[in-house]
């Protein structure tokens, strides 16, 4: 089980912090990846983490002002959020694979939470 915490109202330049508390696995050997939807658009990804936490992916869009951690002894996953921008609106969604190494691709994940909603706006 997934469950994503922190989403809220922010305005453009503001920052937010998402967390993803997981139940899903056992052991460390999963990466974790977000996800976000914005209104009328496909799900897209935003960041991936391997199980070391020292391997993350960003897609271009969000390289330099997002940056995604792991807590494995609190089994959260955190994705810090910056000079945030309307574009970056949307519902933010973490997921859950059991590979030592992460994904950008949607199909490749297992488990899903139920999504967290940012916006920003002025």
């Known amino acids: 089980q997934l469950v994503e915490s922190g989403g809220g109202s922010v305005q453009p330049g503001g920052s937010l912090t998402l967390s993803c508390a997981h139940s899903?696995?056992?052991?460390?050997?999963?990466?974790i990846g977000w996800f976000r939807q914005a209104p009328g658009k496909r799900r897209e990804a935003v960041s991936c983490?391997?199980?070391?936490?020292?391997?993350?992916i960003y897609v271009e869009s969000v390289e330099g002002r997002f940056t995604i951690s792991r807590d494995n002894a609190k089994n959260i996953v955190y994705l810090a959020m910056s000079t945030l921008n309307p574009e970056d609106t949307g519902i933010y969604y973490c997921?859950?694979?059991?590979?030592?190494?992460?994904?950008?691709?949607?199909?490749?994940?297992?488990?899903w939470g139920q999504g967290t909603q940012v916006t920003v706006s002025a």
């Open positions: 997921a859950a694979r059991g590979y030592n190494y992460c994904s950008v691709h949607i199909s490749e994940y297992d488990d």
């Open positions: 899903a696995f056992t052991s460390d050997t999963y990466s």
């Open positions: 983490l391997d199980s070391s936490g020292h391997r993350p």
